[in-house]
């Protein structure tokens, strides 16, 4: 690995892979359109969560109401750090999302540990959990009054992963009709939930949402877990950056990249608000608290004998969120592998069908791996803290790049006003955390620092030994032949960038590259 290093094709033959094609052409290719573009953003918020335990925000808000206000507050704010993740993906049109921003503006080192994060768990973890999820409804109709094998759920979910990453190897098309069909679902899902609450509404079943009664408190008031309950709504808006890691891939990226924040972000907000809206009709908040799946327990209330509808919603939700997932991870994967910063394999892409093999396959057994461990969501808890924290690290950086080159080209350029919003809201949260929860936080802290001495090892030790060298070339020929890959032969051109954006360019061939 090393810092700065780009794959570029060029009229010169690589000399360091075989099969480098004679001809250009070979790259990721714009096939991602505005709805598609939605059904990333959409697909990848709207997972399980919503379906199983929306109670988080309810049971630290203290009562319906000011949970409903959780539910539209934090929406509003996603929506705000969205519009400044706009700004930056037309600024910097490059694939890899926050890790791309944090390193052009803060340097290599920040990100790369922005990479490392995510490499080691957040990605991997997350896709385990929402596979095992999936295994998990798609198997309740035959477990209906005890809990599934567990070697069952992790097989299943294996399946599912496996699956996925096929898909997502074969095609960049199929892969985003898969998340165009399996967002079109849940959201159904969401609306038949919606529509049933209306019809409770009409019956007269609105108990919960009289004003007095939507603020009757069922627990004492408390400042620290009113922001616990913000805390919990912003991780359910989970997934609202993951455009932004293809960027390179977005037809008129300028374009579409607001415009699917536009309607996408609004979308989400009105059904999750409506959703919980929904759920009082047909349950107390106690009710609600008690279920480990809530729109299970509302179909049994409202459906009858068509009850199986919620658990198949939620297994097709949990199916396109594993898709998702994948498709936006590898892209990281690929971003960081093109920079230098992860092995250079990764930063292939496949001759023929322009999709980038083997980060697909190293997020798929990465997840794998993540499904044989039994500390899954102990680890989630603990990088959750670290996934917010470059959150806001990354919509600083929109203000840094503001002072640094304010004459850059922005095709958008949102006031200043909203990154200052962003912030204020990300600092009450952050401080908040540390001070509820030192121990996860120090921990998550901890294990993002285990990759200072990676990215000392990896990246900036530029003079590794010959044999190491010529042992990681020989690995990534060998790879090459296996997954029928070469990288990229030339880069999208991007918009007028910052003077580190242009930096010298090195050819995939250059036999001094090193390899890692």
Not at 30 to 55: D, Q, R, T, W, Y
Not at 380 to 397: K, M, Q, R
Request: with cysteine.
């Amino acid at each position: 690995m090393e810092e700065g290093t780009r794959h570029r094709g060029g009229s010169e033959k690589a000399t360091d892979g075989p099969e480098q094609p004679a001809q250009g052409g070979v790259g990721l290719k714009k096939e991602i359109g505005l709805l598609s573009a939605c059904g990333i953003i959409v697909g990848n918020i709207i997972g399980s969560g919503i379906f199983v335990s929306p109670k988080g925000v309810l049971e630290n808000a203290g009562s319906v109401g000011l949970a409903l206000l959780v539910w539209i507050i934090t929406g509003i704010i996603t929506a705000v750090g969205a519009l400044c993740y706009a700004e930056l993906g037309v600024t910097i049109p490059k694939s890899g999302g926050d890790y791309s921003y944090v390193k052009d503006i803060f340097g290599g080192l920040a990100g790369f540990l922005r990479l490392w994060i995510a490499v080691l768990v957040i990605y991997p973890t997350n896709q385990a959990v929402i596979a095992l999820t999936f295994a998990n409804y798609v198997l309740y109709p035959l477990f209906p009054t005890c809990l599934a094998p567990e070697g069952g759920l992790r097989l299943l979910a294996g399946v599912c992963l496996l699956l996925l990453t096929w898909v997502n190897c074969a095609s960049v098309r199929w892969a985003t009709r898969v998340q165009d069909v399996f967002t079109a679902g849940k959201l159904l899902a969401l609306v038949l939930i919606i529509i049933m609450g209306i019809v409770q509404i009409c019956k007269g079943h609105y108990y919960w949402l009289e004003p007095r009664h939507a603020f009757e408190a069922f627990v004492p008031a408390d400042v620290g877990l009113v922001a616990l309950a913000f805390l919990q709504g912003s991780f359910a808006y989970g997934g609202w950056n993951f455009l932004n890691y293809v960027t390179e891939e977005l037809v008129n990226p300028s374009r579409n990249l607001p415009l699917a924040i536009f309607i996408s972000i609004p979308l989400v907000t009105f059904v999750y608000v409506f959703a919980n809206v929904a759920y009082v009709t047909a349950m107390s908040p106690q009710e609600l608290l008690a279920s480990n799946a809530v729109a299970v327990t509302f179909g049994e209330k409202l459906l009858g004998v068509m009850a199986w509808i919620m658990p198949i919603s939620v297994a097709l939700s949990t199916f396109g969120g594993v898709n998702g997932s994948l498709f936006t991870s590898a892209r990281l994967f690929f971003a960081g592998a093109r920079e230098g910063h992860l092995p250079s394999v990764l930063a292939m892409i496949h001759v023929k069908r322009c999709t980038p093999i083997p980060a697909l396959v190293f997020t798929c057994l990465s997840t794998l791996l993540m499904l044989v461990t039994s500390d899954i969501y102990t680890l989630i808890n603990y990088v959750g803290f670290i996934n917010y924290l470059f959150y806001g690290v990354t919509v600083a950086g929109q203000v840094v790049l503001r002072w640094r080159q304010p004459h850059m080209a922005r095709p958008i350029k949102v006031s200043l006003f909203f990154p200052a919003l962003y912030l204020l809201f990300w600092a009450f949260l952050l401080v908040f955390s540390l001070w509820s929860e030192p121990v996860v936080c120090g921990v998550g802290l901890a294990i993002m620092l285990t990759g200072v001495p990676v990215y000392a090892l990896g990246v900036a030790w530029r003079r590794k030994p010959p044999a190491l060298r010529a042992g990681l070339a020989a690995l990534t020929r060998l790879t090459q032949k296996l997954c029928g890959v070469v990288y990229p032969e030339a880069e999208p051109e991007p918009e007028p960038c910052s003077a580190e954006q242009l930096e010298p360019m090195c050819h995939a061939g250059d036999p001094e590259r090193p390899h890692a």
